[in-house]
């Protein structure tokens, strides 16, 4: 009897012990967890916390950012910017986060956050202006009729890629959106206005483009070092090229009085940089090439020079439509106006295919006398237009109901490719977007 009881108490002793060691050991398992927990999620929070304020210096100043530190929420973090070799346009941002706690072997607790970032490039955009107001100015320098007034777009009006005013749309009937809408202003409906926002929509919202004087530095110089320059400072000639795939014909001025040659588009502009100084582009044709082609002015004489003429057809030879492994690319850049050029033979079933990107400076995409023109079809513009003011195509009687009256409609569809490149040396904005985000 005796000896049992020793060995039930041996035996519970034994139980009791192996138990409390056992809640010993889970109570100070169950502490290191939480402490793993806290530090990893404390450091986690400084890292994400830190990105996001070096994301929007990135974003919403003039100025690029420095790379700084921070002490915040018990711990340190530092923030480096830094360009990416591949896309020289693109930059990362990178948040290092460390706190004075230790993990169970000593080691402080790390984590990094990283953003990826690049300009925006204005080739994205299917329709983008300062102001959808009209700012029609004739090549002789005097003002359309209906300068300043709001630019509406109404039904039989498409946009499909993105779109952005930094000024507010005006619409009426029913226009189509297919991707994001964006305006620093809310839009303004007309009487019959329901447009379709098929990719939503969003206001409170601004992108910056760069100035004349780089414009037109960036551009020239490419062009004078790699490409193609017509300086018509002198003879303020005219410069009228003709796209035939591979080849393009040049003449100065567009009679060829001057000048009438044939060659390789590689051989006048081995970068894809061609610019005209002091003096109006005229383009047509079929192109096989990537390439960008730009018009400028300047004072004096050349005050109302540098535009460019859209005289007919400006397609690719192997289509972006629906392929988006051609490679034939083209922008056009001027410094004043575009105009797609009065032709007396275009009715209404008319169609003019614009397959390009183009880009505006001081002026806008519009036909020529758009107000005095019969009804001239159907403008297919595949690429986008950025401009200062909204280019009208024709006239309209609001209605309702709506009835068209004078010049062209028009639909837009982005090139899908420039989502991801642009033609040469394009126009792109000081301003940053985000491509991806990583949290470790």
């Known amino acids: 009897m005796g000896r049992s009881s020793i060995i039930y108490v041996v035996g519970l002793t034994l139980i009791v012990g192996l138990v409390l060691n056992n809640i010993t050991r889970n109570s100070v398992s169950s502490m290191d967890t939480y402490s793993m927990y806290y530090g990893s999620t404390q450091v986690h929070n400084i890292a994400v916390s830190v990105a996001n304020v070096g994301t929007q210096y990135l974003l919403n100043y003039s100025a690029f950012p420095s790379n700084f530190g921070a002490d915040f929420f018990g711990g340190h973090d530092s923030v480096i ?187 006048l502009a081995p970068n894809g940089v061609i610019v005209v100084k002091n003096a109006d582009l005229r383009i047509k044709g079929t192109y096989n090439a990537d390439l960008t082609v730009a018009a400028f002015g300047n004072s004096g004489a050349a005050t109302n020079k540098g535009n460019v003429w859209i005289d007919g057809d400006v397609v690719a030879k192997t289509s972006p439509v629906g392929n988006p492994a051609s490679t034939d690319m083209l922008g056009v850049v001027a410094g004043r106006m575009a105009y797609i050029t009065e032709n007396a033979t275009r009715n209404a079933s008319s169609v003019l295919n614009i397959q390009a990107t183009v880009y505006c400076q001081t002026g806008e995409l519009t036909a020529e006398n758009f107000w005095n023109i019969p009804p001239s079809g159907r403008v297919n513009l595949f690429g986008g237009v950025t401009q200062t003011t909204a280019g009208s195509l024709g006239l309209f009687n609001p209605g309702p109901p709506l009835q068209f009256l004078n010049g062209f409609s028009y639909s837009i569809k982005n090139d899908p490719r420039f989502d991801h490149q642009q033609p040469p040396y394009f126009p792109y904005s000081d301003s940053f977007e985000m491509v991806s985000w990583w949290e470790n």
């Open 81 to 267: 910017y830094f360009n990416n070799t591949p896309q020289p346009l693109w930059v990362t941002l990178r948040s290092v986060a460390w706190t004075n706690m230790t993990d169970q072997n000593g080691v402080p607790f790390r984590d990094t956050v990283e953003g990826v970032f690049k300009h925006v490039q204005f080739a994205k955009f299917s329709w983008f202006t300062e102001t959808e107001t009209n700012g029609y100015v004739g090549p002789d320098g005097t003002n359309g009729p209906f300068k300043g007034q709001d630019d509406w777009k109404i039904t039989g009006d498409s946009v499909y890629g993105p779109a952005h005013t930094n000024g507010r749309f005006h619409l009426d009937g029913t226009p189509y959106f297919d991707q994001k809408l964006t305006a620093a202003l809310a839009a303004q409906l007309g009487p019959s206005g329901n447009p379709t926002y098929n990719g939503g929509y969003e206001w409170g919202v601004l992108a910056k483009r760069p100035s004349m004087a780089n414009l037109q530095t960036n551009l020239t110089s490419a062009a004078t070092l790699g490409g193609g320059l017509f300086d018509e400072t002198s003879g303020m000639n005219d410069v009228a090229l003709t796209f035939m795939n591979d080849q393009v014909r040049v003449q100065i001025p567009p009679n060829g009085s001057v000048r009438d040659t044939t060659m390789a588009i590689s051989a």
